[in-house]
Structures are given as structure tokens and as C-alpha cells.
């Protein structure tokens, strides 16, 4: 009997050994994902940017005016670059969109920016054409064919 209880243990080890062999190794925890960060416009310079919360009835031009001087409303083309994840047509902006507002000397004074600012400006003044803006198209073009 000594025998059977020594032989049953001798089991019941091996049991637990075999059973805590086959159990798998504990999960490795998985990476955080890294936290996103909003995509800087190549070209652009954003230091010294200031922000913006669209309300009712603004246009782009309209906040440029206010921020830039109403003598340089027709650069709001550099707000819609700085913001083209949630600008796409000048003339819409939606309420409560917070905007970037980019500081214009800067970007006047860095060549990668005016060549954007001057393509999309004559963007934009392709976009007028089409819509029979021709006053503004033709600001656009002209400011462009400054920078």
C-alpha cells in the first residue's frame, strides 16, 4: 500500500509538473500606440502660430483681415494650407472648427512657404474663375506674382 501512495504522488507530480510545462508563458503586453500627432504642412512655418474657433459667418478672408490687416486679406491662403486637413473649399468653414492661425512675416520670409502660398493661391484663383469671382481671382493672381 506504502507503495500505491508513494507511486500516486509520484503521479499527481508529475501531473502538476507536466501541466505547468504546457501552460503558456504569459502574454507579452502589447506596445501603447504612439499618440498621433498632426502632420505639420511641408514648407510651412507654424512657430508662432495662433489659433482661431470659426463662428457663424466667417470666411477665411474675413479672419486674415482681422489677424493679418484688411490690407492683407487676400493671404488667407496661408490659413487654409495651415489647416488643410479640415479646409478644402475657402468659402466653407464650418462653426466651431478650431483653425491655425500661421504667422504671416514668417511664412513670407521662408521661401519653402510663398512657394506654396503663391500655388495655392493660383489655386484658389483658378477655383474663382469657375465660380465667376473674377475680382478676387485677379487679387489672387497679382498678390501671387509678388512673392
Known amino acids: 500500500m506504502k507503495k500505491n501512495v508513494v507511486f500516486g504522488l509520484l503521479i499527481i507530480a508529475l501531473s502538476i509538473l507536466v ?45 486674415a483681415g482681422r489677424r493679418y490687416g484688411e490690407s492683407n486679406m487676400y493671404y488667407f491662403p496661408l490659413i487654409r494650407l495651415a489647416n488643410a486637413n479640415v479646409v478644402t473649399d475657402p468659402d466653407v468653414i464650418e462653426p466651431g472648427t478650431n483653425l491655425i492661425i500661421p504667422d504671416l512675416q514668417r511664412n513670407l520670409n521662408n521661401d519653402g512657404a510663398k512657394t506654396l502660398l503663391k500655388a495655392d493661391m493660383q ?9 465667376s469671382k473674377p ?13
Not at 500627432?37 to 474657433?53: F, H, I, M, R, S
Not at 484663383?125 to 465660380?131: C, H, I, L, S
Open 19 to 63: 501541466f505547468a510545462g504546457c501552460g503558456s508563458a504569459p502574454a507579452p503586453k502589447p506596445e501603447p500606440a504612439p499618440t498621433p500627432v498632426a502632420e505639420q504642412p511641408k514648407g510651412l512655418v507654424l512657430d508662432g502660430a495662433g489659433n482661431y474657433t470659426v463662428v457663424r459667418g466667417d470666411t477665411l478672408a474675413e479672419i
Open 123 to 131: 489655386a484658389v484663383a483658378g477655383q474663382y474663375d469657375r465660380q
Open 135 to 147: 475680382n478676387a481671382a485677379a487679387k489672387l493672381r497679382t498678390l501671387a506674382g509678388r512673392l
